[in-house]
């Protein structure tokens, strides 16, 4: 059985940092994509960053401000968001998929989800 647990949400004020983190058990994270999607009230859940062995590709939203990275070691995922903005909070979700992704890919080509973990960026 497949399971992604995130932790590291919470609430900080604009130009904070928070480092998200995905444990992954039953699936392999080293061979296959795994990626960080987030959907805020209202909205369709969108990708924010992918990564596939070395290859990272994060949405143009977040380029600079955001990094991925996995720990193969531990199976598991990281995001570490730096110079938050108001219109980052959302809920966070890690994601991996059976197959690769060396270019950014919808929600529909993933297998399994985390429960989500919410960031809330304050003005």
């Known amino acids: 059985q497949v399971q992604l647990v995130e932790s590291g949400g919470g609430s900080v004020q604009t130009g904070g940092s928070l480092r998200l983190s995905c444990v992954v058990s039953?699936?392999?994270?080293?061979?296959?994509?795994v990626a960080w999607f987030r959907q805020a009230p209202g909205k369709d859940r969108e990708g924010v960053a992918f990564?596939?062995?070395?290859?990272?590709t994060y949405a143009e939203s977040v380029k600079g401000r955001f990094t991925i990275a996995k720990d193969n070691a531990k199976n598991s995922l990281y995001l570490q968001m730096d110079s938050l903005k108001p219109e980052d909070t959302a809920m966070y979700y890690c994601?991996?998929?059976?197959?690769?992704?060396?270019?950014?890919?919808?929600?529909?080509?993933?297998?399994?989800w985390g429960q989500g973990t919410q960031v809330t960026v304050s003005s």
């Open positions: 994601a991996g998929r059976r197959g690769t992704c060396y270019a950014k890919l919808p929600p529909s080509y993933f297998h399994y």
């Open positions: 039953g699936h392999n994270i080293n061979t296959n994509c």
């Open positions: 990564i596939q062995d070395d290859d990272r």
